[in-house]
Structures are given as structure tokens and as C-alpha cells.
């Protein structure tokens, strides 16, 4: 493997609350929430209201296989109570919405005074009350677009790419980067193949 990043040093404790999930309707994009929130070095993410055990067995079994242990999926929840738990000093509620302000005017602000962050994701259209609550609404661009893309580009501009090269000392398979094909290595050093 090349050359790593830590979870510990990205330096901030980032967490995802997934609004409005419908299981039914949502399962697939709030599965790609949590893998963006995975990969990207968050170490959670809230499911507001509802439980949805396909989800976090998705979850986990991405984790078993390609670490991230520490990462962990809590539905179910009170959200404005989860909200409340990031109100304090260093701490920080950031809801992505394309209303909001825009991320290359308040990335830096966040950067500097952040240390914990709850970044809110909406899966139908977002009460009133998490705009008043959010310290930041940012925009990830002014249109219509994905809160998987919103998530992504946010955590990608907070940490700056650093996030690109997290390394996860409990995996079991690592992606050895290639021009031409795919090839997955066990820890051990021998090549596995899914076949593509």
C-alpha cells in the first residue's frame, strides 16, 4: 500500500445524520451516504426516526471487509437531540443544502473553529428548524443535485484530499491502483480476484 492517512490524522471528529430516510424508498442512497461518510473519514452516521437493519448490514459487511471499525451506523434516532449533542464550543452543525451559502466561502471558517462536526444530509425536503439549528448551511452549488455528491465534495474540500488516501488498519482486502483492471489484495499479500 502507498503512503497513508490515519482516521486520527484528519484531526476532526466528523459524524453524518441522514435525514427523512424511507426505508423503502431511500435504502440505496442512504447506503451511498454512509459509504461516502465511511471512505471519506467520518466516523458515523445517524439515521433519524426509523430503523433499517439492511442498511447497516450493508454497512458492516463493507467494514469487515475493507475496515473502518470504529464506524458505526445508529438509527432510530431523535435527530434534534443528536443535533443538540453538537452544540458547543468546537463543535459544529453543518446541514448541506443548496440554499445554503456556498462551501469555497465558509470551508476555511469551518476548517479553523471545527472540531466536531454533524453534517446534516436530507432525504425529502428538510424542516425549518435544521436551518435554524445548523451553524453552517452550505451549498454545494445552487442546483438540484445528490446529497451523496453534496457529502462527498463537502468532506473532500474540509480535508483538503486528504481524505484520498485513508488507510484502515483493520482491512482485510486493499485496491492496489492499476491503469487497466482491478486488482484487490487480502492483507496477506495474495491477490484476490472477484472476477470482472
Not at 8 to 22: F, S, T
Not at 42 to 61: F, H, N, P, Q
Not at 144 to 157: G, I, K, N, T, W
Amino acid at each position: 500500500m502507498s503512503s497513508c492517512t490515519t482516521i486520527e490524522e484528519l484531526g476532526k471528529q466528523v459524524y453524518v445524520l441522514r435525514l427523512g430516510h424511507r426505508p423503502q424508498r431511500d435504502r440505496r442512497v442512504t447506503t451511498h451516504v454512509a459509504l461516502v461518510a465511511r471512505a471519506f473519514g467520518a466516523l458515523g452516521i445517524y439515521v433519524a426516526g426509523v430503523r433499517d437493519e439492511s442498511v447497516r448490514k450493508s454497512i458492516m459487511k463493507v467494514v469487515e471487509r475493507w475496515g473502518g471499525g470504529y464506524f458505526k451506523v445508529i438509527d432510530s434516532v431523535n435527530p434534534i437531540d443528536i443535533v443538540k449533542q453538537f452544540k458547543g464550543e468546537h463543535s459544529c452543525v453543518i446541514h448541506l443544502t443548496m440554499y445554503g451559502l456556498p462551501v469555497s466561502n465558509v470551508i476555511k471558517d469551518i476548517a479553523e473553529k471545527c472540531k466536531k462536526i454533524l453534517v446534516i444530509v436530507g432525504a425529502e425536503k428538510v424542516e425549518r428548524i435544521y436551518y435554524e439549528l445548523a451553524d453552517y448551511n452550505v451549498a454545494i452549488g445552487n442546483q438540484p443535485h445528490s446529497e451523496v455528491s453534496a457529502l462527498a465534495l463537502f468532506l473532500d474540500r474540509l480535508w483538503q484530499g486528504h481524505e484520498m488516501n485513508i488507510c484502515f488498519s483493520d482491512a482485510k482486502y486493499y485496491i492496489v491502483p492499476s491503469a487497466r483492471g482491478k486488482v484487490i489484495k487480502h492483507v496477506s499479500g495474495n491477490r484476490y480476484d472477484e472476477g470482472y
